[in-house]
């Protein structure tokens, strides 16, 4: 499948100012994103999600390794025709209304002026903009600027769109609009880069997932192939001994008591089969005995924890 | 060209849009009020001490400065003119005045404000710009086309202003204000792409001053240099005024053409030549901000 953006090998370092060292925000990073992906980018603060954002957009260009959209080097203009962007803290002319904005980046897009019309009046609808179309933007609530820059980022019915945490300063409602935006760009085709901190979004709409610590890539995959490489199972008992939790650890070695139950990673449901048993060897009755998948959010955390402690030792 | 179209009208309508050429309208107003008033009611008796500091000589400065002597012997010779004509004269010196401090230094400050604030190279709100496939020299072009044209629109508001005011106040409109304002647009332009250039690389504050610093330096090497010719002082210091007089804009010739335009003069030999040097500091400074643009990291 043709790629719509990759990085290869990008190696990003930012020189050492008056006060603070010099910085390696990315280091040897390589990604590639299919067209027609939702692809998900996690990281804690300061990994270099950012930073990764703005060389596939040309912000930066002082930078070792290269970087493609569609195929074309980043640096160059072209390479961002069809592409849409809305940056970490969307910020626009004040003086400009609403409609203003969204008809300046349409024919900054390529658009004549009422094919712009035609989609800024769709987008200001679509994201409850439409009785504030004529307001200027500084008159806006943050939750308002927050949905201005994604009408913004749609303008041009864009191929590629960068979304640098869409949800922040929405409310629910706004939240679940921009999820529908999501899926339905995936329908109709569209390539999704989303950065956000919201796991659960992620979880449920991105085909893709890639976790980046200290501007090194971590792991990449499916939501599916990251959640499902462990399943924790919950054991009820009736009474927890040392001599039952000892028998356990002989099959099952991170076995541990959490609140009043027994909490146990395992690699199949085969792994469970024994346990029934070990706790009628002890005197115990099962209460209930239950398998679940690794969240997405626990995956992050654990990832990114132990890479964090590999670094630190 | 499309990008630069689309950004300059968006400069522009931010300009007009933030009252900026209704103050300009409105301090060009207060000002020209102010120095027309002010000037057109000298007292004889100021005139005839100032004309007769002048001839004594007690400041040598004052024979060599040639505004100073052209100053003294306009007011040696108001000095001996009846009350009706003494009038005239000086109204027609406040004009002088109002069109070399409103228009000329005023001028000069809303270009370099301008060439200041219309710069958001530095401003977060242009990652989304630039995120479009345009090239960064469009958009630093742009930003800078729709400055000058806030420019150009105010020193037009303010030539009119001083033409209605320099009517309603001293009775001596002169239409010829329009001309010589716009013979003085080069400078103008000269200092808001300066201004523009410096806001890109540097921090707005530490722009504005520098090039109000170098805007009054370039106009204060034309007297200087002027003034060490007219005295003869030769030597290593005098040269080297002498080169950068040379090389760098030619503010103080520029301004007195204009000068010269609103008394009815034909425009001076040396004009031509400083608005060539003006053309060439403006492409400079226009391609240094599309490089500093270009290169920076946003």
Redesign the interface.
């Given at each position: 499948m043709p790629l719509a953006a990759e990085l290869d090998g990008v190696r990003k370092v930012f020189g050492a100012r008056a006060l603070d060292p010099e910085v390696v925000a990315i280091d040897g990073l390589s990604l590639a994103v299919a067209e027609g992906e939702t692809f998900g980018f996690l990281g804690r603060n300061g990994a270099g999600k950012t930073t990764s954002v703005k060389i596939m957009l040309g912000m930066t260009s002082h930078y070792e390794g290269s970087a493609r959209l569609f195929g074309v080097d980043a640096r160059l203009p072209r390479s961002r025709a069809g592409v849409g962007y809305l940056s970490e803290t969307p910020d626009f002319p004040s003086h400009l209304r609403a409609r203003e904005v969204l008809l300046l980046h349409g024919r900054l897009a390529g658009l004549r002026a009422a094919e712009a019309r035609r989609q800024a009046g769709e987008l200001l609808e679509r994201l409850d903009l439409a009785t504030a179309a004529d307001r200027t933007v500084r008159s806006f609530s943050k939750g308002m600027v927050q949905r201005m820059g994604i009408a913004v980022a749609l303008m041009g019915a864009p191929r590629l769109v960068f979304l640098d945490e869409p949800t922040a300063n929405l409310d629910p409602v706004g939240r679940r609009q921009v999820k529908d935006l999501l899926l339905e760009m995936r329908e109709r085709g569209a390539t999704v880069f989303l950065n956000s901190h919201i796991l659960s979004e992620i979880e449920m709409t991105c085909t893709r997932v890639a976790i980046l610590s200290q501007g090194r890539l971590l792991r990449e995959g499916t939501v599916e192939e990251l959640t499902q490489v462990s399943h924790y199972v919950h054991i009820g008992v009736t009474e927890v001994t040392d001599g039952l939790l000892a028998s356990l650890r002989e099959r099952l070695p991170d076995a541990r008591v959490v609140d009043r139950r027994i909490v146990a990673s395992v690699r199949s449901e085969a792994e469970m089969d024994p346990i029934p048993a070990i706790i009628e060897r002890h005197g115990a009755r099962l209460r209930y005995l239950a398998m679940a998948s690794e969240s997405l959010e626990s995956v992050f955390l654990r990832t990114v924890g132990a890479a964090e402690e590999a670094v630190g030792s | 060209m499309?990008?630069m179209a689309?950004i300059a009208a968006?400069t522009f309508?931010?300009c007009r849009?933030?009252a900026v050429l209704w103050v300009v309208l409105g301090l060009a107003a207060v000002g020209v009020t102010a120095v027309m008033v002010t000037v057109a009611n000298v007292p004889r008796s100021l005139m005839a001490a100032a004309a007769g500091l002048v001839e004594s000589g007690e400041i040598p400065e004052l024979s060599i400065d040639p505004d100073a002597a052209r100053r003294g012997e306009k007011a040696d010779a108001a000095v001996g003119l009846d009350d009706e004509t003494y009038a005239l004269v000086m109204q027609d010196t406040a004009r002088d005045a109002t069109f070399r401090y409103v228009i000329g230094t005023g001028g000069m400050l809303l270009a370099i404000l301008m060439g200041v604030f219309v710069n958001e190279t530095r401003?977060?709100?242009i990652?989304?710009?630039?995120?479009?496939?345009?090239?960064r020299s469009h958009v630093a072009l742009g930003q800078l086309a729709g400055g000058l044209g806030v420019v150009i629109l105010g020193l037009a508001m303010m030539s009119l202003c001083h033409y209605a005011m320099t009517a309603a106040v001293g009775r001596v409109s002169c239409p010829r204000c329009f001309l010589a304002a716009a013979a003085i647009l080069p400078n103008l332009l000269v200092a808001a792409a300066m201004a523009y250039a410096l806001a890109t690389a540097t921090h707005v504050l530490v722009a504005t001053g520098v090039a109000v610093l170098l805007s009054t330096s370039f106009t204060t090497l034309g007297s200087v240099t002027e003034y060490l010719s007219r005295a003869g002082v030769d030597g290593v210091i005098a040269r080297a005024v002498g080169a950068a007089h040379a090389v760098l804009p030619r503010f103080l010739e520029v301004r007195r053409a204009g000068e010269d335009l609103l008394f009815g003069e034909s425009l001076p030999g040396g004009y031509g030549v400083a608005i060539a040097v003006d053309v060439v500091y403006l492409v400079l400074f226009v391609a240094i901000s599309c490089r500093v643009f270009g290169?920076r990291?946003?």
């Open positions: - | 499309r990008t689309l968006d309508t931010a849009r933030g401003s977060a709100r990652q989304t710009v630039i995120a479009r496939p345009i090239r290169r990291e946003v």
